[in-house]
């Protein structure tokens, strides 16, 4: 919907028609957002004729007819709330006003109803990636260097940072060399059940398929996850192809053999060469688009996240799709209120059986924590426009796109390999931790969208960034690496800024930099620990 309205100019006493532009989402709704730069004042006259009787924020809900207290507020088609009070057509609709209903219970749920989009496949798209002697394909070739314990994290940092300053200028192909940080591996209860799921998750993240198969730990000794059990012997490929028989080649900082701190470092550093030497080797080769992994979730999100970024990254899912690849979308607190959408759109009976185990046992998990679902929701996301964690969750799900979800991970399982297609990786919603399982479910590829804006990075997957609003692409642009605001405020199509992210993948898989890589930004990883801590 777009009107004239009539503004002060500062530099005349002029006044400039300007367009009032709103958003609908569905012929149902009641509430639209708010488009223009700055909102839109009181006064301002809709092409409805609707005349807005108070100032309302950029993103924000404009309500479009009378309600009265009880009655349901409509986004997307969906109930979304009920107003707690008698509320006029053309005031401001925010959380304060909005009683948000009760979650979707897992009884009587549509299973696997809905029927294969049966997309064409997409065919002839490649790019140029590093292929892995057990058949995965990387996207960056690093060397990373696996913790088993935070204690040994500051060691490991300075040998890092000597190693690129010394010896990564003789190694022209490889990328970079990490540390793989965390804050787990001792004083915790290490045989809880669910203290598998950091296990895994950092087991996993060593094998990630941008680390070109090299595996080198450093452990302090006395910690509870030992380097055998983080990676028992026989249980990963090493470069040649094999087996390890004899576990992963590790420098303990408490050998006897290591007098003095520099000696811990030289060992490091010299453990790492023959690592540098086999992945300066390799050399990218061209790579079919469907061995691309990409995970997609979404952090500082705004009212917009549903209407632009989060619907064109859709697009772009199922363009992977139907090219063969696989894509992952995760954050369950952001798809729980979608929990008949995930189970209608299952390949079949079993996925949608996973899907509701995985969500039942993470509202088990927030229950202990005396929290639920509505804690997701952060002061940025209502500064957006987003009243509540249902309205957020019905704009995050549309970046997973179309396609059936073929399959389901828990917290740190990797990927089969016959797993390709839409997969949901059951990951809370935390853009950190969020990020870290998808790295362990073997990511090489990684798309972010944020509306509120954030500098989120990681070290080990190229990141691609997406704007919501081109406000945010033109003051951050520097650190945005798509404006699909675009397609609010310029005429763009969701189909063509869709296009333009898939080509982008393309092209950042095969070596192009995204801003967070050329600014070297990126966030710790932060491992998912439900067990205790001792």
């Known amino acids: ?33 708010v488009v223009n730069d700055g909102g839109l004042p009181a006064g301002s006259v809709l092409d409805s004729g609707l005349t807005l009787i108070e100032k309302i924020p950029q993103g924000h809900k404009v309500l479009l007819k009378d309600l009265a207290q009880g009655e349901i507020i409509k986004r997307y088609n969906v109930c979304i709330g009920r107003a707690n009070k008698p509320l006029l057509a053309g005031s401001w609709v925010h959380e304060r006003l909005i009683e948000m209903p009760g979650a979707v219970g897992f009884d009587n749920l549509p299973i696997a109803q809905q029927k294969d ?15 892995n002697k057990d058949g995965s394909v990387g996207t960056r070739n690093i060397l990373a260097i696996t913790t088993t314990v935070q204690c040994v994290a500051g060691v490991v940092d300075i040998a890092v940072q000597r190693i690129k300053s010394e010896l990564l200028c003789n190694y022209p192909h490889v990328d970079d060399v990490i540390g793989l940080e965390h804050t787990y591996g001792c004083g915790v209860a290490i ?47 090493i470069q040649s192809g094999t087996k390890s028989e004899d576990g992963p080649q590790t420098v303990c900082l408490q050998n006897d053999s290591h007098i003095g701190f520099m000696s811990m470092i030289e060992d490091i550093v010299q453990t790492a060469v023959p690592h540098l030497e086999r992945l300066n080797a390799r050399k990218r080769e061209t790579i079919p688009a469907s061995e691309l992994i990409v995970g997609v979730q979404c952090g500082g999100s705004d009212a917009f996240s549903g209407v632009t970024a989060n619907p064109a990254v859709g697009f772009a899912a199922d363009l992977l799709v139907r090219a063969g690849a696989t894509i992952m979308f995760s954050e369950n607190t952001e798809v729980r209120d979608a929990v008949d959408q995930l189970t209608n759109r299952c390949a079949n009976q079993e996925v949608a059986s996973d899907v509701i185990r995985e969500l039942s046992w993470y509202d088990s998990y927030l229950e202990r924590g005396r929290v639920d679902r509505s ?23 549309i970046k997973s796109g179309t396609t059936l979800i073929q399959s389901v991970l828990s917290p740190g399982e990797k990927l089969k390999k016959n797993q390709r297609g839409l997969v949901f990786a059951a990951t809370p919603a935390s853009d950190f931790i969020c990020g870290t399982l998808q790295l362990a479910a073997g990511m090489n590829l990684h798309i972010f969208t944020t509306g509120r804006g954030t500098p989120y990075g990681l070290a080990e997957c190229p990141v691609i960034k997406v704007a919501t609003r081109s406000d945010l692409a033109r003051r951050w642009h520097d650190l945005m690496d798509v404006d699909a605001g675009r397609i609010a405020s310029a005429g763009a199509s969701i189909e063509d800024v869709g296009w333009e992210l898939f080509h982008l993948m393309l092209e950042v898989a095969s070596g192009k930099k995204t801003w967070a ?18």
């Not at 890589?517 to 001792?534: G, I, M, Y």
């Open 517 to 534: 890589e050329q600014w070297k930004l990126h966030n710790a990883l932060v491992l998912f620990n439900p067990a205790p801590v001792t």
């Open 1 to 33: 919907m777009n009107t004239p309205l009539s503004t002060g100019n500062p530099h005349t006493n002029n006044a400039l028609p300007q367009i009032a532009r709103i958003i609908k989402m569905h012929e149902e709704d009641n509430v639209a957002i």
């Open 117 to 131: 989009p049966c997309l064409s496949p997409l065919e002839g798209y490649t790019f140029e990636g590093y292929r």
């Open 375 to 397: 804690a997701n929701t952060t002061p940025g996301n209502k500064a957006g426009g987003l009243s509540n964690i249902v309205e957020k969750a019905m704009g995050s799900i």
């Open 191 to 237: 045989d809880a059940p669910d203290a598998i799921i950091p296990i895994r998750t950092l087991r996993n993240i060593s094998l990630n398929p941008n680390f070109g198969g090299e595996v080198m730990v450093v452990s302090l000794g006395c910690e509870k996850l030992q380097p055998d059990r983080l990676l028992p012997p026989g249980s990963f490929p």
